[in-house]
């Protein structure tokens, strides 16, 4: 029987382990643990890597969204479309900083519906956060030509989409700002917690800088109210090793996205989301999230042959959290976010699996049908 984890951790750290201890040892020697070149000199690759401007090292993705909001003055009254399939950390943000979350319902490739946030625009929306989920970038045409027909601001929730592209653009660098988070379990995690925020704008850059560091300004004085949202330097020399890598790996998640496309697309019970050769879109494939009729009997049939799989988020969208104020009862026009969340499961995905691992996964889910 295979013993196929959800995620490996440990493999993350064993597979350049000399490498690893080998970072640390500089990093620590050298005292170099806060805004030192480490993070510098990553800063500068990230943002080459993904053709923009800046990239700022931040605490988390969610401190990243943060900033990035308070950056553009979001606050109060403001109303802010997202979509509703994310990580609460997207609403989050923008409830923190005072505006209101509204929820987009999903179109056919499970990302945020242009033409349903379309739907919910209103006097008080200064803003749309698609999130780039799974490693794939939404249609940015779409959500731009929305922005720009009601003067609309552009942010990215990118935490899940380093290396996505929409034709050739990468996720993250369409809006004003965009966000990447490096948690573990990420598509280039470090070892902890970990964020950036980029944005081509320069003077949206300096007010980034300035909120993740107490508002201090590159000669150390107080000049404005911010916060400490900053990469620690050690795991940003982990990260630029790892950014060194990222396109290696990459090419691994798209091969075994590939196997699970051949094997799953057509068969009337699954719905797997877009392969790796779509159009105008590139998916890096953080995540391999399907739909599949009869989910929890098939999760409990894969457990039993010792494959683990999980129900994104603990299976509940944002607009189905009863103590926020919300509720599947009371917010009932997200139809296609409530039929997926019914269907949902991941599929392991990971750098450590195996071409025979990834064929055993497909045998149980398919036998789990016959």
Same mark, same amino acid.
């Given at each position: 029987m295979p013993d196929i984890p959800f995620f490996n951790y440990p493999a993350i750290y064993k597979?350049?382990?000399?490498? *690893?201890?080998?970072? *640390?040892?500089?990093?620590? @020697?050298? %005292?170099a643990y806060i805004l030192q070149r480490d993070l510098e000199e990553f800063e500068t690759d990230l943002a080459g890597f993904l053709d923009v401007k800046h990239a700022l090292g931040v605490a988390d993705g969610t401190n990243a969204m943060f900033i990035g909001l308070k950056a553009h003055d979001i606050g109060p009254g403001d109303e802010v479309i997202v979509a509703s399939h994310t990580y609460i950390a997207t609403a989050a943000a923008v409830h923190l900083v005072g505006a209101t979350p509204v929820f987009? $319902?999903? !179109?056919? $490739?499970?990302?945020? @519906?242009a033409a349903d946030a379309a739907k919910r625009v209103t006097p008080k929306t200064k803003a749309i956060m698609p999130t780039q989920l799974n490693g794939r970038c939404c249609n940015m045409d779409d959500i731009q030509a929305l922005a720009d027909a009601h003067d609309l601001l552009v942010f990215e929730d @990118?935490?899940? !989409?380093? !290396?996505?592209? *929409?034709? %050739?653009?990468?996720? %993250?660098? *369409?809006g004003r700002f965009g966000t990447l988070s490096f948690y573990p379990a990420k598509l280039m995690g470090c070892f902890g917690d970990g964020g950036a925020v980029m944005t081509n704008d320069d003077e949206v850059a300096e007010k980034l800088k300035l909120w993740r560091d107490h508002g201090r300004n590159d000669n150390g004085e107080v000049v404005a109210w911010g916060t400490n949202s900053r990469l620690d330097n050690l795991q940003a020399a982990f990260l630029k090793f790892r950014l060194g890598t990222y396109e290696e790996d990459v090419a691994r998640r798209r091969q075994i996205a590939g196997m699970y496309e051949a094997a799953f697309r057509g068969h009337d019970k699954l719905y797997p989301p877009q392969g790796p050769s779509d159009g105008d879109h590139f998916d890096v494939y953080q995540n391999y999230e399907m739909a599949a009729e009869?989910?929890?009997?098939l999760r409990a049939a894969l457990a039993d042959? %010792?494959?683990?799989?999980?129900i994104q988020w603990g299976g509940t969208p944002v607009h189905w959290f009863d103590k926020l104020g919300y509720g599947r009862d009371k917010v009932t026009d997200l139809p296609k976010t409530d039929w997926f969340f019914d269907r949902c499961l991941m599929l392991p995905m990971h750098m450590a699996l195996t071409d025979d691992d990834v064929n055993a996964v497909i045998d149980a889910v398919l036998g789990h049908y016959k």
């Amino acid at each position: 029987m295979p013993d196929i984890p959800f995620f490996n951790y440990p493999a993350i750290y064993k597979r350049y382990e000399a490498e *690893f201890d080998a970072i *640390f040892k500089d990093v620590c @020697s050298r %005292g170099a643990y806060i805004l030192q070149r480490d993070l510098e000199e990553f800063e500068t690759d990230l943002a080459g890597f993904l053709d923009v401007k800046h990239a700022l090292g931040v605490a988390d993705g969610t401190n990243a969204m943060f900033i990035g909001l308070k950056a553009h003055d979001i606050g109060p009254g403001d109303e802010v479309i997202v979509a509703s399939h994310t990580y609460i950390a997207t609403a989050a943000a923008v409830h923190l900083v005072g505006a209101t979350p509204v929820f987009a $319902d999903i !179109g056919e $490739d499970y990302m945020m @519906s242009a033409a349903d946030a379309a739907k919910r625009v209103t006097p008080k929306t200064k803003a749309i956060m698609p999130t780039q989920l799974n490693g794939r970038c939404c249609n940015m045409d779409d959500i731009q030509a929305l922005a720009d027909a009601h003067d609309l601001l552009v942010f990215e929730d @990118s935490a899940q !989409g380093l !290396g996505a592209r *929409f034709k %050739g653009q990468c996720a %993250g660098t *369409f809006g004003r700002f965009g966000t990447l988070s490096f948690y573990p379990a990420k598509l280039m995690g470090c070892f902890g917690d970990g964020g950036a925020v980029m944005t081509n704008d320069d003077e949206v850059a300096e007010k980034l800088k300035l909120w993740r560091d107490h508002g201090r300004n590159d000669n150390g004085e107080v000049v404005a109210w911010g916060t400490n949202s900053r990469l620690d330097n050690l795991q940003a020399a982990f990260l630029k090793f790892r950014l060194g890598t990222y396109e290696e790996d990459v090419a691994r998640r798209r091969q075994i996205a590939g196997m699970y496309e051949a094997a799953f697309r057509g068969h009337d019970k699954l719905y797997p989301p877009q392969g790796p050769s779509d159009g105008d879109h590139f998916d890096v494939y953080q995540n391999y999230e399907m739909a599949a009729e009869d989910r929890d009997r098939l999760r409990a049939a894969l457990a039993d042959q %010792g494959i683990r799989t999980i129900i994104q988020w603990g299976g509940t969208p944002v607009h189905w959290f009863d103590k926020l104020g919300y509720g599947r009862d009371k917010v009932t026009d997200l139809p296609k976010t409530d039929w997926f969340f019914d269907r949902c499961l991941m599929l392991p995905m990971h750098m450590a699996l195996t071409d025979d691992d990834v064929n055993a996964v497909i045998d149980a889910v398919l036998g789990h049908y016959k």
